[in-house]
């Protein structure tokens, strides 16, 4: 937990810096509303699938994006999201189970870019940055599954492109790529049945991508939205209070689609 305050708490300050600026320096500020298709599966060693999670995801969101100097561009976005989907899998003993999954984040990234003038119509402009989601994921105890509830947090750094193009005065299209590589990985699992305690797991690091392609018509803005994260298998920890017994996270991948719509000033 004290490393998700310091990790927060730094990005806000990118946040609250960039929402300070003046009507001079600031480009644009966005403020938008989603919805996501959430897919979440975990992996066996031997490749087969252990569950499936999929459901809508809400989404609240801001973004700030300024230019200190004609070229460089500082960008800084926030999000919080959650929903409840459908978990369909099996008890640690492979026994088929199927239950609710409620889940709540946060997302915060930050980028520096720098502005190409591709065309009278057009710019373009490659940015890195890091970036960080934080989330709980609580699964329901029902007559055939035990539920608990895991803590993630993934810090990662980011590089792509970005650009736009003016179609008139009035609308230009957008869109954006990127690669993202964690940084750090850390999962503390609560509440699992028959521990004495919680634990903590360190899901592996492997890249991921996310992309992004819209239209905006005068303040209106909308777009749709890919975005993927993956973790390979963790190493093995003992589980408080069950002597003998080991925990791992599974090999585990996330698929984000959705829709993004809002204003911006």
């Known amino acids: 937990m004290k490393k998700f305050l310091l990790s927060a708490a ?59 100097t004609a070229d460089l561009t500082v960008k800084t976005k926030g999000e919080i999201y959650g929903g409840i989907i459908d978990y369909d899998g099996q008890t640690s003993i492979g026994t088929p189970a199927q239950t609710d999954t409620t ?36 699964l329901e105890t029902t007559s055939t599954a035990s539920g608990y509830t895991e803590i993630w947090r993934t810090i990662y750094a980011r590089v ?21 590589l964690p940084v750090s990985n850390d999962e503390t699992v609560h509440n699992y049945p ?18 992004e392609l819209g239209v ?13 994260m993956r973790f390979s298998r963790s190493d093995y920890v003992a589980i408080p209070g069950m002597p003998g017994f080991v925990a791992c996270q599974p090999k585990s991948h996330a698929d984000i689609i959705g829709l993004r719509a809002g204003f911006s000033f």
């Open 194 to 211: 028959g521990a004495s305690g919680n634990f903590d797991l360190k899901p592996g690091k492997k890249g991921s991508m996310s992309a």
């Open 103 to 138: 889940y709540f984040g946060i997302k915060l990234e930050g980028d520096l870019g720098w502005k190409v003038q591709a065309s009278d119509y057009s710019t373009v402009e490659p940015f890195a940055g890091l970036g960080m989601r934080w989330w709980a994921r609580d």
């Open 10 to 68: 730094a990005f806000f300050v990118i946040f609250s810096i960039s929402l300070g600026l003046s009507p001079a320096t600031a480009a644009n500020l966005d403020v938008y509303i989603g919805v996501d298709n959430f897919i979440w599966k975990e992996f066996d060693t031997d490749g087969s699938r252990l569950l499936k999670e999929k459901g809508p995801v809400y989404v609240l969101g801001v973004s700030s994006k300024f230019n200190p």
């Open 216 to 228: 905006q018509w005068k303040l209106f803005k909308a777009s749709l939205f890919y975005e993927t």
């Open 160 to 180: 792509g492109v970005r650009g736009d193009y003016k179609v008139s005065d009035s609308t230009k299209m957008f869109a954006e790529v990127a690669y993202k």
